[in-house]
Every structure is written in structure tokens, then in C-alpha cells.
């Protein structure tokens, strides 16, 4: 495994490969877990190169404290891409990902205002901006995300095709705990008690699927169901809302006949730590 500690080193690399070879990258900021490896499992049987991106990358972070505390564990995180037989690992500074006179973003648009983006304003214009980069100078065939981050898939889904970025972005299905909790690092941050009250989340996502499947198709009923989950949970509910896949806003009963699948999101706050799970309820 190749580790290339700036972009020269990466576009070294990079050059090998003939346009015919394939390449899949996933980008990640490290604290790897099980769900990671799903994604390189998934990537490795299908691309000729697998490439890792490990970067914690400060745009997409509103609050300095929270930079500071995000979880850093190189050593095991490429013991582990080690193992999951990952061609390379792209390990940039912030330096060589933003040089000095680093001034462009990327305009997430509307999408990205709500939901995870409600309490985080700039959080996804951080995200898209460095995803772009990590694609330029990655040049993949193919990019890997998690389907958990139901938004950032979908915001980073759009601006592929808006911006007409040569690449497929693959989406992974979300790797669940026996319980059906959804993997996380923050699960980490739990005790145990919280760790079990955590469930909530996929009981109320579940309920939602269980309803939908029964026939109704009434957006607000089905967030409503969701929301009384919380009313006797220690976890206090951010938000519980079914959106339209295609568009990533609130599901409309006026839109069934558009033929656009609804999803059920949901995320709560448990002893501090922010936890976030959906489900697809299907085509209404
Ligand atoms: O999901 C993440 O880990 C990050 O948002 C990503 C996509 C690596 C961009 O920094």
C-alpha cells in the first residue's frame, strides 16, 4: 500500500494508469470503523485501484472545538486499509489541500440548507468543495459513499451531474448493528445505557416503513408516528421528516403520481452526540 502524502505524490501515482484501468476512491476522515470497510469491500472486487483519501478536513467544520475533537487514529485506520487491500492512501495537509490564497467554494444550493445543514450553515458547501477537489485530483472511475449520509450522497450525487464530473458515485447500503443500530463513530461517544436508547431511532424509522407498507401515504402522519418515539426518550429529536428522493425536500401528497421514492430521515441528540439513521419507505 502507497502512501502519498501530497498531491505531487498523488498525481505520481496517479499517472500509471492508463485511461482503460479503473480507479475507485473513497473518501474518508479516517476513525475507520466497520461501515468503512463495507465501501472498500464493495469498491475492491469492482476497480483495478482502490485509493483511500484520509483527511479531516476543516472546511466542512463550523466550530474550531469540534475540529479539535474529531477522533484521530492514523495508525489503526492504515493498519486497516492494510488489511482491506487498499492500492493507495491519500493522506494530504490542509496546506497542500488549500494553499495559501484558497478562496473558491462550491454553492451547495438549496438542498443543503436543511436537515443536517439547519444547524450547520457552511457545513456542505465544506464538504462539496473538498469532495470536488479529492475527484480532480483523484480522476476515479468511481467514488464510494454511505447511504447513513443520506444528504451528503445526495448533494454530492447532484453536483457530480451538474458539474458534469466524469466519474459514478456509488452509493452503500448502511451497515447495521444486529439491533439495527446504524454504524458510527459517535457510537463510540455512548455509554451504555445510551447506546441502547439509541435504538430509537431505527424503531421510529422502522414504524414509518411499517406504516408506509400498510398503505398510507401521508408524509406528515408518518413523521408524526416517528415523533412520538421521542416522547418518552431521553434522545431529543433534530428532525424526523420523509423527503422525496429526487428532489431531497419534503414529501408532498401532491406528488405521489410524480413516481419519486420517499425516505424517512431522522436524527436526535443523545447525552451531547449528534446521531443521524433513514430508511427508504419506497414509491408511493
Ligand atoms: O463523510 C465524510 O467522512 C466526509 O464528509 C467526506 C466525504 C470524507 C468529506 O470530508
Redesign the pocket.
Known amino acids: 500500500m502507497e502512501l502519498l502524502n501530497n498531491n505531487a505524490e498523488l498525481q505520481a501515482w496517479r499517472r500509471q494508469f492508463s485511461p482503460e484501468e479503473t480507479v475507485g476512491l473513497i473518501?474518508?476522515?479516517g476513525a475507520l470503523h466497520k461501515a468503512h470497510a463495507t465501501l472498500f469491500d464493495t469498491a475492491r472486487p469492482e476497480c483495478d485501484q482502490v485509493v483511500a483519501?484520509v483527511?479531516i478536513?476543516p472546511l466542512?467544520f463550523e466550530r474550531t472545538d469540534d475540529l479539535k475533537a474529531y477522533p484521530r487514529t492514523m495508525e489503526q485506520d492504515l493498519a486497516m486499509l492494510e488489511n482491506l487491500k487498499v492500492d493507495a492512501v491519500y493522506l494530504p495537509t490542509p496546506d497542500d489541500m488549500y494553499p495559501s490564497g484558497f478562496a473558491t467554494s462550491v454553492d451547495p444550493g438549496d438542498s443543503a440548507v436543511q436537515f443536517e445543514g439547519a444547524a450547520r450553515p457552511g457545513h456542505f458547501a465544506g464538504?462539496l468543495t473538498?469532495?470536488l477537489k479529492l475527484f480532480q485530483r483523484c480522476r476515479p472511475t468511481t467514488a464510494y459513499?454511505g447511504q447513513k449520509?443520506a444528504q451528503?450522497l445526495f448533494l454530492v450525487q447532484r453536483m457530480t451531474r451538474d458539474l458534469d464530473l466524469p466519474l459514478t458515485v456509488q452509493a452503500c447500503p448502511t451497515l447495521r448493528e444486529d439491533d439495527g443500530l446504524a454504524f458510527s463513530s459517535r457510537n463510540a461517544r455512548l455509554s451504555k445505557v445510551a447506546r441502547q436508547q439509541a435504538l430509537v431511532l431505527h424503531q421510529a424509522l422502522t414504524a414509518a416503513v411499517a406504516e408506509f407498507q400498510a398503505g398510507d401515504r401521508d408524509p406528515r402522519k408518518l413523521e408524526a408516528t416517528m415523533r412520538t418515539f421521542f416522547e418518552d426518550s431521553p434522545a431529543v429529536l433534530a428532525y424526523a421528516d420523509v423527503i422525496d428522493e429526487v428532489t431531497f425536500q419534503s414529501a408532498q401528497t401532491s406528488s405521489t403520481s410524480r413516481g419519486h421514492a420517499w425516505r424517512a430521515l431522522i436524527a436526535a441528540r443523545l447525552e451531547g452526540v449528534h446521531l443521524l439513521d433513514n430508511l427508504l419507505l419506497g414509491n408511493p
Open positions: 473518501p474518508t476522515m483519501s483527511f478536513n466542512q464538504v473538498v469532495v459513499f449520509d451528503q
